[in-house]
C-alpha cells in the first residue's frame, strides 16, 4: 500500500486533488489543519493499492485468501468513517446542546460509540435542551428481557463465535426457565457435537438438573428431531461456532435445520471483541430468524460502547447480560436501568 501527503488550502480543494490522482480507491489515513505563515493549510495523508508491477508480485496479489481481504476492507472502512467523522465533527456545534446533554455525549465517545451513533443523537438533541439524552438513546438501544411472557417461541438457538460463551448461557436460560416453570418438560439440543468440551458440560447439568438431552449431526437428525420436539415446552439449541468461511445461512441450509418450527436465534457476542471482529460476527451469524443479541463475559470488558454501536447497526435488542464464570447469579434479563448503570457507571447487576 502506498502512502502519499497532500496539501492545500481547505479539505475541499486537498480531496479534490486527491480523486483526480489516485481516484475513487483512495483511503484517508489521517487529516490535519495548522496555520503557516498565516495561511490555512489542510494536510491530508491517503493510502493507495499499487497496481499490479508496482513493486509487488503478481502471486502476492492473488494470493490473499478472501478473509484477509474481507479484514483488509473492514479496516479501511473503519479508518474511512474515522477520517470521515474528522471532517463532519467541525460542523457540530456542541454549544448546541445543553451541559447535561453535552456531558453525555463526550462520555460516550469515550466509551468507544461508533461516530454515526454520535451524529444521529447530536441531531436528535440538538437545540432541544428538554429532551433527555437517555431517552434519546433508549430508541437506538431497544431491549426485551428474557421473561417466559416475552419470548413464546418454543426453540432458542444460540449462535456466536467459539469461546464467546454460548455454552453455559445456554444452561443458564434453560435452568431459570425450569425454575420460573417447574412443569414444562426442556430439552437441551446439541448441535456442536465435535467440542468434547461443551457436549460432556451439556450431557453433565442436563442430568444434574432433570434436562432431556439430545445430539444432532446431520439433515436426517433434524427431522427426526423436528417431530421430537413436539414432546416438549422449550428447546434450547447449541449452534457451532462456525470458522473459517463459513456463514450461518448456509449451515442452517446444509443441515435442514429449517424443518423446525417455531425458532428463534439469539447472537452472542462479547464486548472484548473489536468493532472490526464484532462486525464480521454480525455478517457471520446473519439470519432472518436472528431476534436478540445476548452480552456475554462483561466482568471483564473495560468499556461498554459496543453495546449501542450493535443494537444501533442490527436493530436487534438486548435480551440478557451475563457475567463471572459459574453458572448461578451470573445473568440478568435486559432491564434499563441495569443497562444504563452498566454503560454509564459500569457496574454490573447485584
Known amino acids: 500500500m502506498k502512502v502519499k501527503t497532500y496539501r492545500g ?40 493499492e499499487p497496481e499490479i508491477g508496482e513493486g509487488q508480485d503478481v502471486a502476492e496479489n492473488t494470493g490473499d485468501t478472501g478473509g484477509q481481504q474481507w479484514s483488509s476492507f473492514q479496516q479501511q472502512l473503519l479508518q474511512f468513517k474515522d477520517q470521515l467523522f474528522s471532517l463532519i465533527r467541525p460542523q457540530i456545534d456542541m454549544e448546541r446542546l445543553s451541559p447535561r446533554q453535552r456531558q ?42 428474557w421473561d417466559s411472557d416475552k419470548w413464546q417461541e418454543k426453540c432458542h438457538a444460540l449462535v456466536g463465535p467459539h469461546g464467546v460463551g454460548k455454552t453455559s448461557t445456554l444452561l443458564r436460560m434453560a435452568m431459570k426457565f425450569k425454575q420460573e416453570n417447574p412443569g414444562k418438560k426442556i430439552c437441551l439440543l446439541n448441535a456442536d457435537a465435535h467440542q468434547g468440551k461443551g457436549r460432556l458440560f451439556l450431557k453433565h447439568y442436563a442430568e444434574l438438573s432433570d434436562l432431556e438431552y439430545w445430539e444432532v449431526a446431520g439433515p436426517q437428525d433434524w427431522s427426526w428431531f423436528s417431530e421430537k420436539s413436539r414432546d416438549y415446552d422449550k428447546v434450547f439449541i447449541d449452534v457451532p461456532g462456525l470458522g473459517g468461511n463459513k456463514d450461518l445461512s448456509t449451515w442452517w441450509s446444509e443441515n435442514g ?22 462486525d464480521a460476527f454480525v455478517k457471520k451469524f446473519f439470519s432472518v430468524k436472528r431476534a436478540s443479541v445476548i452480552w456475554t463475559k462483561l466482568d471483564e470488558a473495560c468499556n461498554f460502547g ?16 451475563t457475567y463471572g464464570a459459574g453458572l448461578k447469579n451470573s445473568m440478568s434479563a435486559a432491564r434499563d436501568k441495569k443497562i444504563w448503570k452498566l454503560i454509564f457507571k459500569h457496574r454490573l447487576p447485584d
Not at 454515526?116 to 433508549?138: A, C, H, M, N, T
Open 306 to 321: 459496543l453495546l449501542i454501536n450493535t443494537s444501533f447497526f442490527t436493530g436487534l435488542p438486548i435480551s440478557l447480560i
Open 9 to 48: 488550502r481547505s479539505v475541499q480543494e486537498v480531496l479534490q486533488q486527491v480523486k483526480l490522482e489516485l481516484g475513487e480507491d483512495a483511503v484517508i489515513l489521517n487529516t490535519h489543519n495548522y496555520q503557516d505563515g498565516g495561511r490555512n493549510v489542510c494536510e491530508v495523508v491517503v493510502a493507495v
Open 104 to 145: 453525555l455525549v463526550k462520555y460516550l465517545e469515550k466509551e468507544g460509540v461508533d461516530p454515526e451513533v454520535l451524529v444521529k443523537l447530536w441531531d436528535k438533541l440538538k437545540d432541544r435542551p428538554q429532551v433527555s439524552g437517555i431517552g434519546e438513546l433508549s430508541r437506538i438501544v431497544s431491549l426485551k428481557p
Open 257 to 278: 435445520v429449517d424443518v423446525l418450527s417455531d425458532v428463534c436465534i439469539h447472537l452472542v457476542m462479547s464486548p472484548l471483541y473489536s468493532n472490526i471482529q464484532l
